[in-house]
């Protein structure tokens, strides 16, 4: 195992841990730019992976960092879509303006929602956050002149500074540097005061506060910010699916942003990037599998006699293809995260790459919970 | 008259769920957002033994709560006391889950139609005076007092109700005194579940079942918190309210505005009033 001696105060500050993380994360970015290389087919889903990584950011800061659960994160994610295309098309902004007025207006309705609602704990916030996303769903419905109602609103590609990012290849970049921005901004914001605060804030309100941290002042920024990220994807989201509807932001697509950052890994950036991509390619696993598995089975059950397989075939086959598998399989996977990997895609490869420094030393106790009894929450 | 009491079966109905989350969250402090996917599986288990197998109603309707609320306690037995200790996020996504899981479940076995559940009320009704009675609201109405009535004897006058009382106060202390707390848990669950599959057999005759029948669930939380989550009758004044108001602004406000009037109402608590009308204020001493 690897001991890292500080010896400078450069060490602490830097935004690696030392040279060689820092030469992966270089590695890392050289993959991405040549990847749209290797698959070109699929440029255009892996720039929504990283819109989904924005969103996870987003989120991640809020769940993850300063443990506000919100259900509503749809909303604002239709908020910034909304906003910047209503501010391109109908009132003819440049782009970045757009963009950047899309993130301010999304922060101040972070702002309002969470002013209330940060003054209560826990659930309230949550319950709160999914009544707000369901009454602006149905604003979207209903406010024609802006959002065109159930109609939907088509959406051009984006065209920044005048040069076009039409192609694929040229919005998969725009995506990337997007995210690459967020990542930055996230990553030297969570070791700033402000971040600080949030982690204290997470671990014990009480304690933060008695440690001088202004929990409503906090609560709001990290609101603020985090519903700003959403606007930020929400923008880049529009272009991407090419026409809103108020149907796409419903509580169905919140659920699923949480789901990335739980099975993620809840409190680490890397848990939200691993999240987007298991988001990302479930919906593809799972067509896929529809496709494959009846036909696998039936294969599998072959020796038992051709009767027995083409049953089989057909049960299978029967119950892949109804329509209610896939959010059955996202509780699912949810559930089983929750019950046997709280931490996540995240933890899990902690618990790997942990196994394999101190190897024939690991202990399983390492991760145990310790808690196994219930704290109260309640006042009296 | 007829919109009050019409807004007073449905609000019954949000009241009953109310009921079930405000139970679950006494005792176990979990909030269990699988609610209305219970009330809906309720409906749906009694449409199927009243439809397909031609049991008569009054057992389906008690086969129906007894099943759901066998279900219930298996569900906290196996899953949910694994996640006690663990933070709020991890159980609200948890239920969360689990409530997709069941929707999944309930349109593979029933599948997507609609249905509607043929019941002794059905179109029937009552006039009196210049109001037309129509008898599943007053059946909604009725089995609603009822419940509650026995729910109050249950908790007020038995042992294994005190004990439960025990068990939600202080944990410790309860268990301490010889009552099997893990059992006590699995038991609210189970009448939580119950008092859902009453909530879903009394809803279905009004409101057609379908699969998303449980998002009425929602429009509970309203309830729940406009009552002061953790408050048994606030659960139930706060279902009423919010199906009186849901009512008025259907017949008064422009249209759309029903459908988000009880998300209004539970924002507009939250932002004012945040420990519901019969919450009590305090602060966590440590």
Redesign the interface.
């Known amino acids: 195992m690897r001991v890292l001696f500080k010896t400078s105060y450069a060490q602490e500050l830097g935004l690696f841990r030392d040279n060689v993380q820092r030469n992966w994360y270089v590695v890392l970015f050289a993959a991405l730019l040549v990847l749209p290389r290797l698959l070109p087919a699929y440029t255009s889903d892996i720039s929504l992976v990283f819109i989904y990584g924005l969103c996870g950011l987003s989120l991640m800061v809020l ?1 993850g960092y300063t ?1 506000l ?1 919100s ?1 509503g994160h749809a909303a604002f994610l239709g908020i910034g879509a909304y906003a910047h295309v209503y501010f391109i098309h109908d009132l003819g902004l440049p782009w970045l303006v757009s963009m950047a007025l899309a993130c301010a207006i999304t922060a101040a309705v972070g702002v309002l ?1 969470g ?3 940060l ?2 704990t ?3 916030l ?3 956050t ?3 996303a ?2 602006i769903q ?1 604003v979207f ?2 406010w024609d002149s802006v959002t065109g109602g159930l109609k939907g609103k088509p959406v051009d590609k984006p065209a920044v500074f005048g040069v076009s990012f039409a192609s694929d290849l040229a919005f998969y970049l725009l995506c990337l540097a997007f995210l690459i921005g967020g990542l930055w901004l996230t990553a030297n914001l969570l070791r700033s005061p402000t971040g600080r605060a949030w982690v204290a804030i997470r671990d014990s309100e ?1 304690a933060a506060q008695s440690m001088g941290v202004n929990l409503a002042v906090y609560k709001t920024i990290a609101f603020a910010y985090s519903a700003a990220l959403m606007g930020l994807a929400g923008g880049l989201f529009a272009h991407r699916i090419g026409f809103l509807a108020p149907d796409i932001f419903s509580v169905l697509l919140s ?1 699923q942003l ?2 990335m950052v ?1 099975v993620g890994g ?1 409190g680490s950036l890397h848990g939200a990037m691993y999240g987007a991509v298991f988001v990302a390619i479930l919906p593809v696993l799972i067509s896929q599998a529809r496709d494959s598995v009846p036909a696998f089975v039936a294969a599998a059950l072959g020796p038992l006699g051709k009767g027995v397989a083409d049953a089989a075939f057909t049960l299978v086959d029967r ?1 892949v293809k ?14 089983l995260f ?2 046997f990997e ?1 931490l996540g895609i995240y933890g899990r490869w902690a618990k790997i790459k942990l196994y394999f420094a101190l190897f024939p030393l690991y202990k399983r106790a390492t991760f145990r ?1 310790q ?10 | 008259m007829q919109l009050v009491l019409n807004g007073l079966a449905v609000g019954c109905i949000y009241g009953l769920v109310a009921l079930g989350f405000v139970l679950i969250y006494k005792a ?2 979990l ?1 269990n957002f699988a609610q209305g996917d219970l009330l809906m599986l309720g409906a749906f288990t009694c449409y199927m033994l009243v439809v397909w197998y031609g049991v008569a109603y009054w057992a389906a309707f008690a086969l129906a709560i007894a099943a759901v609320a066998l279900f219930g306690a298996a569900l906290d037995a196996t ?1 949910l006391r ?9 159980v ?3 239920t ?6 069941f ?6 076995t029933w599948g ?1 139609e609609i249905y509607t559940l043929p019941t002794p009320f059905s179109a029937k009704v009552t006039r009196l005076g210049g109001v037309t009675v129509s008898h599943e609201y007053v059946s909604i109405i009725v089995g609603t007092v009822v419940l509650c009535a026995v729910l109050y004897a249950f908790f007020g006058y038995t042992k294994v109700g005190v004990a439960m009382q025990a068990a939600s106060q202080n ?2 202390a309860a268990y301490y005194m010889g009552i099997p707390v893990k059992r006590m848990f699995s038991l609210i669950w189970a009448i939580s579940a119950g008092v859902a599959a009453v909530a879903g057999v009394l809803l279905a005759p009004v409101s057609l079942i379908d ?1 998303n029948l449980g998002f009425i669930g ?1 429009k509970a ?2 309830a729940a ?1 406009l009552g002061g ?2 408050s048994i009758p606030g659960a139930l004044v706060g279902g009423l309210t919010i199906g009186l108001i849901e009512l008025f602004a259907g017949a008064y406000l422009p249209h ?1 505005v029903k ?2 009037a ?3 109402v ?2 507009l608590v ?3 009033r ?1 420990q519901g009308i019969f919450g ?1 204020v ?5």
């Open positions: 769940a443990g659960v259900l929602v002013l209330p609602a003054r209560m826990g659930v309230y949550t319950i709160a999914l009544a707000f369901l009454i149905e419905a209903r009480i659920i949480l789901l739980v809840l119950f109804q329509p209610g598998l896939e959010p059955g399989l996202f509780g699912l996977i949810l559930v929750i019950l709280p919970r808690k196994a009894y219930m704290r109260s929450e309640r006042l009296r | 176990t402090e909030v899953i694994s996640v006690i200790g663990q933070p709020q996020f991890a609200v996504m948890l969360i889950g689990l409530g997709a899981i929707r999944s479940f309930a349109s593979m997507s944990q410790l699969i929602l939380f309203a918190v989550f953790g759309g459908d988000v009880a998300y209004v539970l924002l939250l932002a004012l945040p009590a305090a602060r966590k001493k440590v």
